[in-house]
């Protein structure tokens, strides 16, 4: 056979990293370039539908389900197809980044899948795409022990029949990746560049080991985003030769408007479909984005307020069992942010107890499995499940009819008593400078005060504070949300940090580039649809 032709690709203003050749063959560059070529012009008209659907919700602060997918919705005949025996039972998942030592923890956790995040956990420097995309394939191929310099452990993997099952989450439809770009100079969309390198290294591996190329998709906001995933996935088996329906896909209901359309998002990925999750933090982050300047109705109070009890989240996760199940497939719950401190007895107690309730309530509520953010956190989940749940390997059967949501209960954000405090505002700060400073130095997801944040929660921070400003909230204490107090509490905090860590360590780290995007992303009036895209700017690598 020939050797395949150099690919239309070029990666640019990107140092060589340690057996990049192993990742970035020509094969698979040039694989890469037929998803671009393909499926970016579509990528981006659903960008720009994205926009228009924004404005509308701005000019009419509602939203209702499809009348033109109605018929989709009432046809009862239609299922996704089977699980794979491999994802069959989800009970517990866990999620982290794919640097070398979270591959092995994850994959020896205990939990029955693995969320392997190039999105929301993974600060997208081109190492952590690379390398990322090498630790697995080397794990898949056992070729991944690991020595801590720092500490001199070992990490290793436990056989086979041990590991946890891989589901691979690229980037969102938004992003793109600077380092690889078209013979134009354009850059790929960073989605495409994730599926791509690992769909072609490891679909067929996969196969050989009983699993497949298994997929989180993450921020879609439309069946019609869905539906171009589809035509993705239909091409990639066409164009290594594996059968048809061999991918299969887990979509993150974590926007508001996909809310509203998760039976056609089920439709467009049926043969190809294996779940919706609940993905909370990022859901709560879209009601806010959406509904920024629907006045005083929308106003959410301090993210810790928001619980999964709150009306408007129960509607949502009980509506997504409901459809679930009604189309065969598994719903998968979301995060708890509590993680356990070795350290401190009283916070390990503490996120023993507020994961425990959470999980209990999932599957107590028909949900399939659900995630967790760290080993520790693996058996807590796995009781609550194994309570419910027994031997079988999931809840389908229990199709949750009583279950009746209407449009507007999905965005009743006013059923909350709650209201925004002064130190809701505080926390939204600390929350935003320290996360955005550990992600401009390449990591992605942080312990920040016993919680573990991500590029989700540190959305919610920045547009909270946006959204209390716009809508003149008053807090408890007298003081009145502007950008004033916003800037008089952000520089507070860079205070605090300085004297907390010492003034070599503040200078060595990115703490004013990151206060000050905060401020720019939290007061701008021209509101930035994701924080991660000024941020991408400024990240060095």
Not at 128 to 150: C, K, P, S
Not at 312 to 319: I, N, W
Not at 391 to 398: E, G, I, L, S, T
Not at 480 to 504: M, N, S
Request: aromatic share 8%; hydrophobic share 45%.
């Amino acid at each position: 056979m020939s050797a395949p032709a150099p690919s239309p690709l070029a990666i640019v203003d990107a140092e060589p990293l340690p057996r990049q050749e192993e990742v970035l063959t020509d094969a698979a560059l040039a694989f890469v370039a037929e998803l671009h070529r393909r499926f970016t012009p579509r990528r981006d008209e659903l960008l720009a539908r994205r926009a228009e659907r924004r404005a509308e919700i701005a000019r009419t602060s509602t939203l209702d389900f499809l009348p033109e997918t109605a018929a989709i919705r009432a046809d009862d005949s239609w299922r996704v197809a089977p699980a794979p025996a491999a994802l069959n039972d989800r009970r517990v998942e866990i999620t982290g980044p794919t640097d070398r030592k979270m591959t092995i923890n994850a994959l020896n956790s205990g939990a029955k899948v693995w969320l392997a995040d190039f999105e929301d956990a993974s600060a997208p420097t081109w190492e952590n795409v690379v390398l990322g995309q090498r630790n697995l394939i080397d794990a898949y191929t056992r070729n991944i022990d690991f020595t801590d310099e720092r500490t001199g452990k070992s990490y290793a993997l436990r056989p086979d029949e041990e590991l946890a099952t891989v589901v691979m989450r690229p980037r969102g439809w938004h992003l793109d990746e600077r380092h690889l770009v078209d013979a134009d100079g354009r850059p790929v969309p960073g989605a495409l560049v994730d599926f791509g390198l690992y769909f072609f290294h490891n679909a067929q591996r996969l196969l050989d080991l009983g699993k497949g190329p298994y997929f989180y998709l993450p921020k879609t906001e439309s069946h019609l985003e869905a539906r171009l995933w589809n035509e993705v996935f239909v091409f990639a088996q066409d164009h290594v030769g594996i059968p048809q329906g061999t991918v299969r896909a887990t979509v993150l209901i974590e926007t508001i408007t996909a809310a509203y359309e998760m039976e056609e998002i089920l439709y467009e990925l049926r043969d190809h479909a294996a779940g919706l999750n609940a993905g909370r933090w990022d859901y709560l982050f879209s009601i806010v984005k959406n509904f920024r300047d629907g006045g005083q109705k929308f106003v959410l109070p301090d993210r810790n307020a928001v619980t999964m009890t709150a009306p408007f989240m129960r509607a949502y996760t009980e509506l997504l069992v409901r459809t679930c199940h009604k189309r065969g497939a598994h719903a998968i719950g979301g995060m708890a942010a509590f993680i356990p401190s070795r350290r401190d007895a009283e916070v390990n107690r503490t996120a023993f107890e507020k994961v425990r309730a959470d999980k209990d309530r999932e599957a107590n509520d028909g949900f399939d499995g659900s995630w967790v953010a760290h080993p520790d956190l693996v058996p807590i989940a796995m009781e609550s499940f194994d309570r419910v749940l027994g031997d079988q390997p999931n809840q389908k059967d229990r199709l949750r009819e009583d279950v009746h949501v209407e449009a507007a209960d999905l965005i009743a954000v006013d059923s909350l008593a709650a209201k925004p405090t002064y130190a809701g505002l505080v926390n939204a700060v600390q929350v935003g400078i320290r996360y955005i400073e550990a992600w401009l130095r390449g990591l992605g997801a942080v312990a920040i005060f016993n919680l573990m944040e991500d590029a989700a929660t540190a959305e919610i921070s920045r547009s909270q504070i946006w959204q209390w400003i716009n809508a003149g909230v008053e807090f408890e204490n007298g003081d009145k949300a502007t950008p004033e107090l916003a800037r008089k509490v952000a520089a507070a905090e860079l205070d605090a940090i300085r004297k907390e860590i010492g003034e070599q360590a503040f200078a060595a780290g990115h703490w004013q580039e990151a206060h000050d995007l905060l401020l720019r992303v939290s007061l701008d009036e021209d509101y930035a649809d994701f924080l991660t895209l000024p941020a991408y700017e400024q990240l060095r690598g």
